[in-house]
């Protein structure tokens, strides 16, 4: 079943690559569509948690592994894909949310999930610094 997930987000980046589209909003939109469809389908098959155990804390982290992959491939365009990366590091702070709410039973794998989307973000940054930098300065003429 893993290796569907994976096949599946590469299936999406080729194709995005190739429609010219925002791959970032994509990865976005597919993360958000797939959680929602993982969570219903699990509670379709009985509630047995598998989706926000496993299968959502997955997603996040291939979500992830795609944005930094995005960062190091074009640098230069950060900014465009800054506030997805954002957005998807808030969005992986709801695992650590179920885990407070005793909701999700398999605690690492949701904390690793998140940390490393914070990773990622910061990683992001740090490649990206001096762009990051060059578009506040420019957007806030500071």
Known sequence: MPIAGILYSWVVVMYSIKKNINIAGHVLLQLIALSLLTVYIDYLLGEKGWSVNIAIPIMI???NLIMLVLTI???KKY?????????IVLLSMIPVVLVTEHI???????IVASGI?????????IVS????????VRKFHI
């Not at 465009?80 to 954002?86: C, E, P, R, S, T």
């Not at 610094?129 to 506040?136: G, L, N, P």
């Open 79 to 87: 900014m465009k894909y800054a506030v997805y990366q954002l957005i």
């Open 117 to 125: 989307s914070v990773f990622n973000f910061l990683i992001c940054l």
């Open 61 to 63: 982290m291939i979500a």
């Open 73 to 75: 491939i074009s640098h």
């Open 129 to 136: 610094a001096k762009d990051v930098k060059e578009t506040i």
């Open 104 to 110: 999700v039973q398999d605690k690492l794998l949701s």
